[in-house]
């Protein structure tokens, strides 16, 4: 019976993914591109999902109160506005306060040095823990007694988690594609290199080989050109995301999109792509190999 040889069978690889030089570049850059399209989708739904939680953290709306309640009996509406489920913080801000802040961002306040405060109206800032629940949270202080109106930004909140909702499950869609397409460059690949060596393959069972002395050096071209279509991928989606993180912050002063650095995700993408990578390569190659053992 052939010995297990670890030595042998890394040689065996290594030569098989030289012999089929133009094959073994077309699997890789296929398989990085692959990988390439699934880390972009990732990476959007990612910082989606970050610039979500911001909006959340963040976003508030007003609600405004009848402009007959004196400051006293709009204050009182307060425990009743947080007794709604989804409400996080609620201030209130008077006539006077919300004056002075109108006036703070004008050019020229002395133009209304003359008009009393009490042309606004005294009102909530209340912040909800959950975005996607905001329009219930709205309803539920409009029907509030002493609730005159509500204003909030719902278009902005609901297009964010109609994007992120969209990105994450456009993700995993190709994510599965992409990984049927890099198992079937893999396999075509191993194939070629088998076919090439079936003779070979037939008279090594033959002599005594063991089925797992025939398979690891194609188990070993297979994770070959898995990990090296996973560097390739992680190289170039390294450099593509530093290239679109400066675009952006050259607009930064808009303070619309944040993005989240690289090395904070460089754990996770180096996790997935040779994750991704190492098990297309084996299960590739196993399955490929296998009606040729059958002899």
């Known amino acids: 019976m052939i010995r297990f040889n670890l030595g042998y069978h890394v040689r065996q690889g290594l030569h098989g993914v030289a012999s089929h ?13 692959c990988l390439l399209i699934m880390g972009t989708f990732a990476l959007l739904a990612v ?9 959340m953290e963040e976003n508030e709306f007003l609600a405004y109160v009848d402009e007959t309640y004196t400051d006293e009996q709009a204050a009182a509406l307060e ?12 201030d209130y801000i008077t006539r006077d306060e919300a004056w002075a802040t109108y006036t703070e961002g ?12 009490s042309v606004l109206r005294g009102r909530f800032s209340i912040t909800v823990n959950d975005l996607e ?10 029907q509030i007694e002493g609730i005159a109106d509500i204003s909030a930004a719902l278009e902005v909140a609901n297009g964010f988690v109609t994007l992120r909702n969209v990105t994450i499950i456009i993700a995993l869609a190709m994510v599965i594609i992409l990984v049927i397409v890099s198992l079937f460059i893999i396999s075509n690949a191993i194939k070629l290199a088998t ?13 005594g080989a063991t089925n797992m002395f025939v398979r690891m050096p194609y188990v070993v071209e297979g994770v070959i050109l ?39 995700l460089r754990p996770m993408l180096m996790l997935a792509f040779g994750g991704i990578g190492l098990t297309v ?15």
Request: hydrophobic share 45%.
């Open 21 to 33: 030089g133009f094959m073994t570049v077309a699997s890789i850059g296929i398989m990085a591109s």
């Open 195 to 207: 076919s090439a060596r079936e003779g070979e393959i037939a008279i090594m069972k033959m002599v």
């Open 79 to 90: 425990s009743q506005i947080e007794a709604v489920g989804n409400v996080a913080t609620c």
């Open 226 to 264: 898995g990990v090296g279509s996973s560097v390739v991928a992680y190289l170039a989606q390294w450099g593509l995301y530093q290239l679109l993180t400066e675009a952006v912050n050259v607009y930064s002063h808009v303070q619309l999109i944040n993005i989240i650095p690289f090395e904070e």
């Open 106 to 117: 004008l050019n020229d306040s002395s133009l209304y040095e003359d008009l009393p405060s």
């Open 133 to 142: 629940q905001l329009q219930d949270t709205i309803d539920q202080v409009r």
């Open 281 to 295: 390569g084996v299960v590739g190659s196993v399955f490929t190999i296998r009606k040729f053992l059958r002899v």
């Open 47 to 55: 910082n989606l999902e970050y610039n979500l939680d911001a909006l």
